[in-house]
T-cell receptor
């Protein structure tokens, strides 16, 4: 079952603009992770935010987590053409299965 | 050069044939995973293994089989029982099982069955 749902499904922006992607999930989580996938390639881990954290930064990435709303957002600031990719959130439940559940992804296109 | 390798990158098979996809890691990770990705969609978990000689079914295990005889290897067999096997298959590993660890992905194998 896919727990995470990303919004929007697709996003097109100009280079230099900020890109915001949202992820909603259904059940309690231990942590939430964001991954990036270039077309036809494997996924690359970007950032992990634990359930007791509200915000985390890594370079031009900013992730927020609101466990009361069961949602997370990924902000990419000052986007570049090289940021063009699909971005997935993945949730780690706080009980039971010992594997991540991935959402359906946001396809980001950054126009040069 | 550490990482996860998957081979081949592209694989073509006739319907009714079993096919085995290779996944090898030299990261000394305990846990390994197989996912399936269909066009424009997210990843769905097929099988995962927490340790050698152990594996667990994921969300879509029907028509697939795995083995974990060595820590570094986790091959996936797509059997003729899998109704719609054409997809992009991704292998991943993490240092330990459990959700607190990031996963490292291989480059994927694109399987086409005709």
């Amino acid at each position: 079952s896919q727990q995470g749902e990303e919004d929007p499904q697709a996003l097109s922006i100009q280079e230099g603009e900020n890109a915001t992607m949202n992820c909603s999930y259904k059940t309690s989580i231990n942590n939430l992770q964001w991954y990036r996938q270039n077309s036809g390639r494997g996924l690359v881990h970007l950032i992990l935010i634990r359930s007791n954290e509200r915000e985390k930064h890594s370079g031009r990435l900013r992730v927020t987590l609101d466990t009361s709303k069961k949602s997370s957002s990924l902000l990419i600031t000052a986007s570049r053409a090289a940021d063009t990719a699909s971005y997935f959130c993945a949730t780690a439940g706080d009980t039971g299965r010992r594997a991540l559940t991935f959402g359906s992804g946001t396809r980001l296109q950054v126009q040069p | 050069d550490g990482g996860i390798t998957q081979s081949p990158k592209y694989l073509f098979r006739k319907e009714g044939q079993n096919v085995t996809l290779s996944c090898e890691q030299n990261l000394n990770h305990d846990a390994m995973y197989w996912y399936r990705q269909d066009p424009g969609q997210g990843l769905r978990l097929i099988y995962y293994s927490q340790i050698v000689n152990d594996f667990q079914k994921g969300d879509i295990a029907e028509g697939y089989s795995v083995s974990r005889e060595k820590k570094e290897s986790f091959p996936l067999t797509v059997t003729s029982a899998q109704k719609n096997p054409t997809a992009f298959y991704l292998c991943a590993s993490s240092v330990k099982p459990g959700q607190g660890y990031e996963q490292y992905f291989g480059p994927g194998t694109r399987l086409t069955v005709t």
